[in-house]
């Protein structure tokens, strides 16, 4: 009995028509990364899990895809770890490879090894598939792809401005309708600190960053099961809850934080990347959510996430400040900052929305019907012709039924059909149909090659 064929949860095949949508979403991101001086980059699928194991918090380690060993992968195992079963030990015996659970820690690796290669201010974007072992649902996959774009080795905020100048331009093009929300892990510790309690920042931002998925009465019990006292707890819900403007929450704030040197340092990181922002042509709505944490333990000062408004739908893009990223691979002291638009979630907007423009479907504009040897090479010169002028171009390759060659040619939304006969050839000319009007007319052959199609 014939297997039958199907791939793992949480990864997708992609049909013609829903890769050339998806080509459509990375062209237009890469052709504004261009536009603002980034340069592209690839590193590899897999990195050596002594990169990745530690960077992402206990959480994120869990989700890290890990390879097996090649050959005899128990060979150096430890037999009593066997036996006991201890997994967590064992799998840092038989496996020394990972799949990359994002493309920033690899890109702080890529950055520390390559650095007499680069030019600092180092402007990079990178558009690769990620794996992550996560439970699979709506708008969350176990494989997807990251466009991620970056700036290390600048501590400016004009840095934080213009990846928001970014976000708002390529989702207006792609007519996304996006709320930008930003908050400081300064201002998190901050908050930590007047609480009483800086050492639990981890498990505080890693609980609060919840509060959209599980709600308050939930995050509270999460702190309060990670040893944070109920007083403290009490104390952050004023805090979580901040109402108001941009401006009247950082009025709020600077009262809540008067005695935290870092929590202010935090409101004045924010304050500046605003005072740009008024003075930019952003289109979206910009919102300081102090529930905004992202659970990542390498971001250090601004976090920027942006939701979709008009779908249900998790984050579609976001990242933040890393002050010392490259340091635990020996580079100390280089800032970066960078955000991570999520394709997959974005074709999923679009799709939604119906936000796929027309012409993204089409891949061929000109069709040629097949009536045999003959007619084959009389199209064949003008086929070189249209493709030397850059007209996507197809002939059917074999001289089949003249229905089934229409058929095909509607089926892949094919704008125009030309059909040459005897009676073009004899006149040097094409017939050229107009396949949503139905409309056609007989033309000669430099006609055609100037047509508008």
Not at 213 to 218: C, D, S
Not at 397 to 422: C, D, H, R, S, W
Request: charged share 30%.
């Amino acid at each position: 009995m014939a297997q039958k064929p199907s791939i793992p949860k949480g990864t997708r095949d992609f049909l013609p028509v829903e890769m050339l949508n998806r080509e459509y979403i990375f062209d237009t991101i890469k052709s504004i990364f261009r536009k603002y001086g980034f340069l592209p980059i690839e590193t590899p699928a897999m990195e050596n899990l002594s990169t990745l194991l530690g960077k992402y918090g206990e959480e994120g380690d869990k989700l890290l895809f890990k390879i097996l060993n090649s050959g005899d992968f128990l060979a150096k195992a430890d037999e009593k770890l066997l036996a006991e079963k201890n997994s967590i030990k064992i799998t840092n015996q038989i496996s020394e490879k990972g799949l990359r659970y994002d493309l920033t820690v690899p890109f702080a690796r890529y950055v520390v090894q390559h650095r007499n290669d680069l030019v600092f201010p180092f402007k990079r974007y990178q558009i690769q598939p990620v794996w992550r072992a996560d439970r699979p649902q709506k708008g969350r996959y176990r494989e997807f792809f990251q466009c991620d774009v970056d700036v290390i080795g600048s501590n400016s905020l004009l840095n934080e401005f213009e990846l928001i100048q970014i976000i708002d331009e390529v989702f207006n093009v792609l007519k996304i309708n996006t709320v930008i929300k930003l908050n400081n892990r300064k201002i998190l510790s901050g908050i930590a600190e007047i609480i009483g309690h800086a050492d639990k920042i981890i498990d505080i931002t890693v609980a609060i960053d919840k509060l959209d998925k599980i709600g308050l009465e939930n995050v509270n019990k999460e702190l309060l099961a990670n040893g944070l006292p109920q007083e403290a707890i009490n104390q952050l819900q004023p805090v979580i809850g901040l109402k108001g403007s941009n401006d009247e929450k950082i009025t709020q704030l600077k009262k809540v934080l008067k005695d935290s040197e870092v929590g202010l340092k935090g409101i004045d990181e924010i304050e500046t990347v605003l005072e740009y922002l008024k003075t930019s042509d952003v289109k979206a709505e910009i919102e300081l959510d102090l529930t905004l944490a992202r659970g990542l333990n390498y971001y250090t000062g601004a976090i920027i996430e942006v939701k979709a408004k008009d779908v249900q739908i998790g984050s579609i893009c976001g990242g933040g400040r890393y002050d010392d990223l490259t340091g635990i691979f020996g580079l100390k002291d280089v800032s970066g900052v960078g955000v991570s638009f999520g394709a997959d979630r974005i074709y999923d907007v679009l799709v939604q929305t119906n936000g796929f423009p027309e012409t993204a479907m089409n891949s061929t504009q000109v069709f040629f019907v097949n009536f045999g040897k003959r007619e084959e090479l009389y199209c064949l010169s003008i086929i070189e012709k249209l493709r030397s002028r850059g007209v996507k171009t197809e002939i059917y390759p074999e001289p089949t039924k003249m229905k089934k060659q229409m058929n095909y040619a509607n089926k892949k939304q094919i704008p125009f059909v030309v059909l040459a006969g005897e009676n073009e050839i004899e006149n040097q000319k094409v017939t050229l149909k107009n396949m949503e009007t139905g409309e056609q007319k007989t033309i000669g052959v430099d006609e055609l090659l100037n047509f508008d199609l």
